[in-house]
């Protein structure tokens, strides 16, 4: 089977750096998603069809929001900390500036194999967004990981980790209250 949309059990978080590891299992989730769908060619077309639905949807919804998590909430509260940490800021928002365009491409790309889940030649051109972007995520989220996470753990206070939770979980209850033409596959923390 391909489609899986929570490869894990659903946990409550414990942390905000809890929360954002949960983000980034999703993000590998569908990014993995799309590129299985580009290179499997034993994929039923509705399943096929479906996985390019919930990635779009994801791509589309839910990372939009894990980006204001990080650009709105969290880079505001770690900025000046230390020179390392704000290189590692600067560098992942020239990172998101880069990725909006591919991920233009790649729910295009998605699209086109939604349409046409068995039409080898959409499946190529979905392989040639998906997976430079899947390594692009990967080292994205290593460095967030590697840096800003045990900043995040270490230097903001546990208060004002509690209050960057909240703001996460109100963004997220904002974007559910705005109507769609299909039901969000939301990055709930």
């Given amino acids: 089977m391909l489609i899986n949309l929570s490869s894990r059990p659903a946990a409550e978080a414990s942390s905000l750096v809890d929360l954002l590891g949960e ?5 590998r989730h569908f990014i993995g998603l799309a590129c299985a769908v580009a290179r499997r060619r034993d994929v039923p077309a509705v ?29 505001p509260r770690l900025r000046d900390r230390s020179p390392a940490v704000n290189d590692v800021l ?11 365009a591919r991920i233009e491409l790649l729910l295009r790309a998605l699209a086109e194999v939604r349409r046409a889940p068995l039409d080898e030649a959409a499946k190529s051109r979905l392989a040639a967004v998906a997976e430079p972007l899947q390594t692009e995520f ?9 840096v800003i996470f045990p900043a995040l753990r270490h230097e ?6 509690t209050s960057i939770v909240d703001e996460l979980r109100e963004r997220r209850r904002a974007s559910q209250r705005q109507p769609r033409s299909t039901p969000a596959q939301e990055d709930e923390p």
């Avoid at 390019?52 to 204001?68: I, K, Q």
């Avoid at 600067?90 to 909006?100: F, G, M, N, V, Y």
């Avoid at 903001?156 to 980790?161: F, G, N, S």
């Fill in 90 to 100: 600067d560098a992942l928002s020239a990172q998101h500036l880069r990725h909006d």
């Fill in 47 to 75: 399943e096929a069809a479906q996985a390019c639905a919930d990635a779009m949807r994801y791509f589309s919804e839910a990372l939009p929001l894990h980006v204001a998590d990080e650009e709105q909430s969290i880079a």
């Fill in 23 to 27: 983000c980034h299992h999703r993000i």
């Fill in 138 to 146: 990967e080292e994205h989220l290593a460095l967030e990981e590697r």
């Fill in 156 to 161: 903001v206070p546990a208060e004002t980790q």
